[in-house]
Structure formats: C-alpha cells, structure tokens
C-alpha cells in the first residue's frame, strides 16, 4: 500500500509556504506605515506598536513558562508509582 503524502510533506513546498507567509508579514507591516491609527493612547499611533506589543508579549509568555516548568516539574516515572 503507498502511502498517501501531503503538500507539506515536500521540503520544497515548505520552504516557498515560509517564503511567502514572511513575505506577507513583510507587506503588513508596510502597509501599516500608510493606514491611519485612532488609537486610544498615543503610542498605539506609532507604525508597528501592535506587531512589537505582539511579540514581546510572546517572549515574555515563553519565558514565564520556562520558569514555570521549573516550579511544577514531576520525575519522569512520577505516575509509575
């Protein structure tokens, strides 16, 4: 029986889908230079404030697990017992 492959399972597929979903994020946040902002504070006007809130948020959010997993780590054979 021949096994049934998907589009990504091609490296070649994979790499031009990463292409171009970074080439469309790149497009964003151009595009954010030109729309106007009504934002409630003065700093979510500033071009790419959202993109940046975004992403340090992410960071933070990573971090915050890895020391989280420190507090609530089991042993391996934890529920062997």
Partial sequence: MERKTGWFDTP???K???RL???GLGLLLIVDFF???HGAFPWEET???FAA???ISFVILVLAARM???LIKRDEDYYDR
Wanted: aromatic share 28%; net charge positive.
């Fill in 47 to 49: 071009p790419c404030f």
């Fill in 16 to 18: 031009l889908f990463l």
């Fill in 68 to 70: 989280l997993r420190r």
């Fill in 21 to 23: 979903f970074f080439a």
């Fill in 53 to 55: 809130y975004g992403y």
């Fill in 12 to 14: 070649g597929n994979v």
């Fill in 35 to 37: 729309v106007p902002k």
